[in-house]
């Protein structure tokens, strides 16, 4: 039975592979060689020295830059609500985790509309804000980075809050109770007990929207301004503009070794933790 | 269970710091959905006065607008059917059988979700276009399928898992063969995951926007793409109505999802992201 | 079938109503029998059944009794052709079923937890295995009634199983099992998961049901007690092996190896010499504490170490006889029906366990003097080199 369950699995595995092999392996490995293709057919690494260079390199720099604010910012943000939704009682809780949930289901493509209505110079927080006679408002808060960062940062928060959520509903309350019975003063627990028992969770939540926000542009084309062009628009616009498709290719390629990088960092970290884990359970 | 006891001040710091971040989850959607009623058409909130043209207007006939939301939802309709059969087999291989390479087929199943989705849309691109099948429906519902197959395998990969295999063995004892048992006893119990699949298919298809921009064509132009256009270039303030039947659209499909699940039997609302494999 | 009305917590079942439900309309009878020879399964090295050789009659009751990992139910399992032997063979009746997928072998398996169909009512899950087998409507309804009226679930016949406690449902998947009658029926301790006062009810239940329908019945237990109740036979397993398959009767009298004396009986070892001049007749030890104990006969060489072994029951406090072995009461304890008292013998070993004695009659105090000795029939002897 077990080698008839093992031929059964392989049957069952084969479409999904081949659909993969072919409309995700491929195409991607299609982007590679275009990406080394000179015009004329032969090897060229040009279309990467151009990508690195200029105002290709600024862009790039930029959508690094952006995708780094996002992270610390959604990280912040979404530390502090799981930390706050880990100490709610269960049903505000779970209307909370619903708050979160139920947005990142909804195109963000309507999402970012809805930022664009909010932060105008007439929209509702610049209102609210001159309403209340606050010095130097209305703030430009639209087709500028705080706006790009803004609206990724509420795209990227439900991914934070969910990894973040996980790790601290497994911290075990008692041993901040412990603590608290030394003698230890809150910050003192806050940052010798609870930060490291979490940290795992903050370096993946970290660096899963980092990685998402490198190839994403719906937010940054719609709110931003001509400074805040990234990589991914960039590709957008070779393509369906300006026909340059082995440079489009070259910045494809970029976005994927960094991607590469980041999830890199990730499995190392898992894999070192897991190693600890098994030094401890042996020894 | 033992805690630190709260104080009053952290109390009421969580609170309010909680609350107004899910307000700045939640705001730009509630203002989506009051100014789509709105009767000027320039996004003033609160507005001074209610209609309901701009959903007269996405409606219209032949217009832009419904043109877009019917090839959408074939699109989306024709990922769905996709996605179900290769979530269906390829949980099975995943959740069920002894499958060698285990490890290298479930990285391959992840890998959609998180290589940049503008990249795959390049690739796709560069694989249809030779092929003269740009704006194809079937071929943009292909592309879907890259990224709604992945979710519809990883939740069908965790329906699986919450039914005891042995229930197919107990009935296997009774003399059911394979066919009986998938019918009578895997398929019922798995149908709940199976309308989560195939919601969370259709809704991935319906939203995407990537790869639905870089295939399309003038003539077709999927709906994220015709709103994405309306948003950069013109200002149609039907967009406004639209999007409030996207998010009515996504909130029906999560709560039918919640609705199965709850009938099926089960409590969990966990699994509603792909982040669990994540991390 | 009368009328009755039956309380639904003490769900009284007469098993003979149920027994009579489910009794075949012709007259043959409804068992089978089964062999297994050589019986063997390993995982990755790790040898889980080791050659189990076993007949069993048709209409018997057999346990498989066993500690955890002794590969009780890994036998039992290849059995039902969940698990692939590596090599041996079953056959029923003379047929072999060795390479038969799990549902063409026709039996009846009640598992441990249940294992209900949930999105099935109750009259839905007795229904399945009749609806395989292509029984008409008409016929599936009556049976399926009678059924559940003679388990005294018709009340819940059209609950879902998560609607009912543990005990009932474990009831509907023996009504389960039970409604397609097949000829050997097999159970993977399906009362596990109940308490003890539910556990011996449905023990009776069980019993008596094998019993009137004359089924085969193999049953896989930890619990020493179920199996003496229930079982005709009782296969004790070590390591993959059947130590000794023998009724609750001869495993008690006559344990063959010091594991099954000791695991059945929680026996009393005692050290000594054989004394007789050798042969297959040698009946008495010397005790290396002092004292002769009288044995059934066993094959011994003159002066071999061995080891005898008598059940706490079976130690009888003497005034002083001949050969009886003296020792020091250390501790007694009433236990309602008997005294639970340890004796340390003269001359025992410093950090040896004292002798486990249970006695009806009148408890000497600790630190009184006595006597120990047992009759010839209730010691077992063991070479001392023999594990267990």
Same mark, same amino acid.
């Given at each position: ?283 | ?17 909680? /609350? ?23 996004? /003033? ?145 798995? /149908? ?88 | ?62 346990? =498989? ?41 026709? =039996? ?19 229904? =399945? ?252 002897? =063991? ?6």
């Amino acid at each position: 039975m077990r080698g008839h369950r093992s031929r059964l699995a392989l049957v069952n595995a084969v479409p999904v592979t081949v659909f993969l092999l072919v409309l995700f392996v491929y195409p991607i490995i299609g982007v590679l060689s275009l990406s080394l293709k000179g015009d004329s057919g032969g090897f060229t690494l040009h279309w990467y020295a151009d990508a690195l260079s200029g105002v290709n390199l600024s862009v790039l720099l930029s959508t690094l830059r952006i995708s780094a604010e996002t992270a610390v910012l959604s990280l912040l943000v979404g530390f502090v609500l799981a930390h706050a939704i880990a100490r709610m009682r269960p049903v505000f809780a779970a209307l909370a985790m619903l708050i979160v949930v139920v947005p990142h289901f909804i195109s963000a493509l309507v999402r970012t509309y809805g930022w664009i209505i909010m932060l105008g110079d007439h929209g509702l927080i610049n209102t609210l804000l001159t309403s209340l006679h606050v010095p130097g408002a209305p703030f430009p808060l639209l087709y500028n980075e705080t706006g790009v960062v803004i609206g990724t940062t509420s795209v990227m928060l439900p991914y934070t809050v969910l990894v973040l959520q996980g790790v601290m509903r497994g911290v075990d309350g008692r041993l901040l109770a412990a603590a608290a019975g030394f003698g230890a003063s809150r910050l003192t627990i806050f940052r010798r007990i609870y930060l490291p028992l979490v940290a795992p969770g903050i370096g993946t939540a970290g660096l899963l929207s980092f990685i998402l926000c490198l190839g994403y542009y719906i937010t940054p084309a719609l709110m931003g301004g001509d400074k805040q062009t990234v990589v991914a628009a960039l590709i957008d616009q070779q393509v369906m503009k300006q026909d340059q498709w082995n440079s489009a290719a070259a910045f494809g390629v970029i976005l994927l070794l960094l991607t590469f990088a980041g999830l890199g960092v990730l499995g190392l970290a898992k894999l070192r933790r897991k190693k600890a884990a098994a030094r401890r359970s042996s020894s | 269970m033992m805690e630190l006891p709260a104080t009053r001040a952290g109390h009421i710091g969580r609170a309010l710091s909680a /609350t107004a971040i899910l307000l700045f989850l939640a705001m730009p959607i509630v203002i989506i959905l009051v100014t789509s009623f709105g009767a000027d058409g320039i996004g /003033t909130f609160p507005p001074k006065e209610y209609s309901t043209h701009w959903y007269e207007q996405m409606a219209a006939p032949g217009g832009n607008w419904a043109t877009s939301i019917a090839l959408s939802s074939l699109i989306a309709s024709l990922t769905t059917v996709f996605s179900l059969i290769l979530g269906a087999t390829a949980a099975t291989a995943l959740a069920r059988g002894r499958l060698p390479l285990h490890t290298a087929v479930y990285g391959l199943v992840l890998a959609p979700l998180l290589i940049p989705q503008v990249v795959i849309a390049l690739g796709l691109f560069l694989f249809f276009e030779p092929a003269g099948m740009l704006g194809s429906p079937l071929a943009i519902a292909l592309g879907h399928t890259v990224l709604a197959a992945p979710i519809a395998i990883l939740i069908m990969i965790s329906t699986l898992r919450g039914i005891d295999e042995r229930l197919e063995d107990a009935a296997a004892s009774m003399g059911a063969n394979r066919m009986t048992i998938a019918r009578r006893i895997t398929f019922p119990l798995a /149908t709940p995951g199976l309308i989560a699949a195939a919601v969370f298919s259709f809704i991935t298809s319906f939203d995407e926007f990537f790869i639905a921009q870089f295939m399309s064509t003038p003539d077709t132009r999927t709906l994220p793409v015709l709103v994405f256009n309306a948003l950069q270039f013109d200002v149609d303030p039907t967009v406004t109505a639209v999007s409030a039947v996207l998010i009515a659209l996504a909130v029906l499909a999560l709560a039918l999802v919640a609705l199965v699940r709850r009938l099926g039997g089960h409590r969990d609302g966990r699994h509603a992201l792909p982040v669990e494999p994540l991390t | 079938m009368p009328e009755r009305t039956r309380s639904l917590t003490a769900a009284k079942l007469s098993a003979d109503d149920l027994a009579a439900a489910l009794a075949p309309r012709s007259s043959s009878p409804t068992g089978k029998s089964l062999s297994v020879t050589g019986l063997s399964k390993s995982y990755g090295g790790t040898t889980v059944v080791d050659g189990v050789d076993m007949e069993i009659a048709a209409g018997e009751f057999v346990t =498989f009794l066993g500690s955890s990992g002794s590969g009780k139910t890994t036998t039992l399992m290849m059995l039902a052709g969940f698990t692939e032997p590596d090599s041996g063979s079953i056959t029923v009746d003379g047929r072999d079923i060795t390479e038969l997928n799990p549902g063409k072998r026709d =039996f009846g398996f009640v598992f441990q937890q249940y294992l209900l169909f949930p999105h099935m009512t109750v009259a839905e899950n007795v229904a =399945f295995p009749l609806q395989l087998r292509g029984v008409d409507k008409a016929e599936i309804r009556r049976r399926v009634g009678e059924t559940l009226e003679a388990a005294g679930l018709s009340k819940f016949a059209g609950r879902k199983p998560r609607e009912l406690s543990g005990g009932q449902q474990q009831r509907v998947a023996l009504c389960r099992v039970l409604v397609y009658r097949p000829p050997i029926v097999l159970m993977d301790e399906p009362l596990g998961a109940l308490d003890k006062r539910l556990r011996d009810q449905m023990q009776t239940e069980i019993k008596s049901i094998q019993r009137e329908l004359g089924l085969t019945v193999i049953y896989v237990t930890h619990d020493q007690e179920e199996a003496l109740v229930l079982s005709d036979r009782i296969a004790i397993m070590k390591d993959g092996r059947i130590e000794q398959f023998d009724t609750p009767r001869g495993l008690f009298e006559r344990p063959r190896t010091p594991f099954v004396a000791d695991f059945l009986g929680a026996a009393n070892f005692l050290t000594g010499k054989a004394e007789d001049g050798g042969g297959d007749d040698c009946t008495r030890v010397r005790l290396d504490t002092g004292g002769v104990l009288t044995a059934r006969a066993h094959p011994c060489v003159p002066g071999q170490s061995v080891r005898a072994a008598v059940r706490p029951g079976k130690l009888r406090l003497v005034g002083a006889e001949e050969g009886c072995c003296s020792g020091t009461v250390e501790t007694a304890v009433y236990v309602g029906s008997l005294t639970r008292i340890t004796v340390r013998l003269d001359g025992a070993a410093p950090g040896t366990q004292p002798l486990r004695i249970e006695t009806a009659a009148v408890p000497p105090r600790p630190g009184e003097r006595v006597c120990v000795t047992a009759d010839r029939d209730d010691v077992s002897v =063991f070479d001392a080199t023999d594990g267990g």
